[in-house]
């Protein structure tokens, strides 16, 4: 028996498209599914003006959908509900299962000098 961790999961697709419509953000999604997700989930995007939710456009190869305009992005795995690296995944990155681990890094001699500053 696997855990829900070890089974793969179906390949949710990223954005190939967006659009404003009826009070819905239409998502067109790479396995040709279309996806309607209602605009007053989120605030910021119900309280603007039709013009300002209607320029909406596909970003990051799909993986993010943003207004300009308003300077907001929604993620598509947000949407979608599942994890950003499953759609990431879809968009063709390749996806590491390990986060990539960063050395430290000595501290620069200027900073662990004691002599005084210079006036």
């Not at 949710?12 to 953000?25: F, N, S, V």
């Not at 598509?76 to 430290?104: N, Q, Y």
Request: proline content about 8%.
């Amino acid at each position: 028996m696997t855990s829900a961790a070890e089974r793969p999961v179906a390949d949710p697709g990223h954005a190939t498209a967006a659009r404003y419509e009826d009070g819905c953000l239409l998502l067109t999604l790479s396995t040709g599914r279309v996806v309607r997700e209602p605009i007053d989930r989120y605030a910021w995007l119900a309280s603007a003006s039709p013009g300002a939710r209607a320029r909406v456009e596909v970003v990051d190869f799909g993986t993010v959908i943003r207004w300009p305009e308003l300077d907001e992005d929604l993620g598509v795995a947000t949407i979608l509900g599942v994890s950003e690296e499953v759609v990431a995944r879809s968009a063709g990155f390749k996806v590491g299962s390990r986060r990539p681990t960063v050395e430290p890094q000595p501290a620069s001699a200027s900073l662990n000098s004691s002599s005084p500053s210079r006036a």
